[in-house]
């Protein structure tokens, strides 16, 4: 976190090189841990689990010297993640992620994508696209109105105002916006929220379980942040296997399975 505050910008040019990281397991107890917290049937691989290394994988790159962008105030926006074949838990796996800078929109906002792929023997296991919002744009007015919520209603939850301390202890984002309301305020917001991929593993389990399947796809687009201490309703809409996720009042995540 300290690298990430200090990190200075730069102007954005040409993206930089491909990184490699080699993760040389499957953390077994992390992935317990990971189960246990969403629900998730034991001894399984959820799909939302590869962005735990990935994560790690996009936050070196992220403080490398030749990405252009301050990682402080940036704004996970979208994420997708397909499991391309089954992973072998006791053998290594490399990680490979490039770089894609947007050109600035309109009003002056700049975007870049993270896609990370994990080998082993050469062949592809997953790959999980993370855009960011890297620099504001102007803002303007006459925004989106807020919609009622629509779909089939498929279950809700509630989130501990510790659920962010919780999912960081198992997937490394210590990320002080997630945590405790004065670290949230010291980083300008009103209240602590809950990791956006938190939503989105919460979201998969529930899937499972209503379908009784093992879901191999799923993504996301960030709309709202949810507070800690508030709960959140999961909808199901069309086409099928799309999905909202709605918390007081506003659509925070919406995206698909599959």
């Known amino acids: 976190m300290l690298r990430a505050l200090f990190k200075g910008p730069s102007v954005a040019g040409a993206p930089p090189a491909p990184t490699r990281f080699q993760l040389e397991r499957v953390d077994g107890r992390q992935l317990d841990h990971y189960n246990a917290l969403f629900g998730f049937a034991p001894a399984t691989l959820p799909v939302s689990f590869y ?3 990935t994560q790690r994988a996009h936050l070196a790159t992220m403080l490398g010297t030749a990405f252009p962008f301050r990682l402080a105030g940036m704004i996970h926006v979208e994420n997708d993640i ?3 074949r089954v992973l072998e ?24 994508e993270l896609r990370t792929v994990g080998l082993q023997a050469g062949q ?14 102007k803002r303007r007015g006459g925004g989106e109105a807020a919609a009622p919520a629509a779909g089939q209603p498929a279950g809700e939850w509630s989130l501990a105002a510790d ?5 960081a202890s198992i997937s490394g984002d210590w990320n002080p916006i997630h945590l405790w309301p004065w670290s949230a305020r010291l980083l300008g917001m009103k209240a602590p929220i809950i990791h956006g991929m938190h939503t ?12 009784g399947r093992r879901l191999t796809a799923v993504s996301a687009r960030f709309r709202a942040p949810i507070p800690l201490g508030s709960s959140a309703e999961l909808r199901l809409v069309e086409p099928a296997g799309g999905y909202q996720v ?7 995540v919406e995206g698909r399975s599959g």
């Open 82 to 84: 397909r499991e391309l």
């Open 246 to 252: 709605w918390a007081a009042g506003a659509l925070a």
């Open 124 to 137: 592809e296991v997953f790959e999980c696209r993370s855009r960011y919002l890297a620099i504001r744009g």
């Open 51 to 53: 962005y735990l290394p």
């Open 89 to 112: 838990r006791g053998r290594p796996m490399e990680l490979v992620t490039q770089v894609a800078i947007d050109p600035p929109a309109d009003n002056g906002a700049r975007y870049c």
């Open 163 to 167: 659920a962010g301390r919780r999912y």
């Open 200 to 211: 989105v593993a919460k979201v998969c389990a529930m899937l499972e379980r209503r379908e």
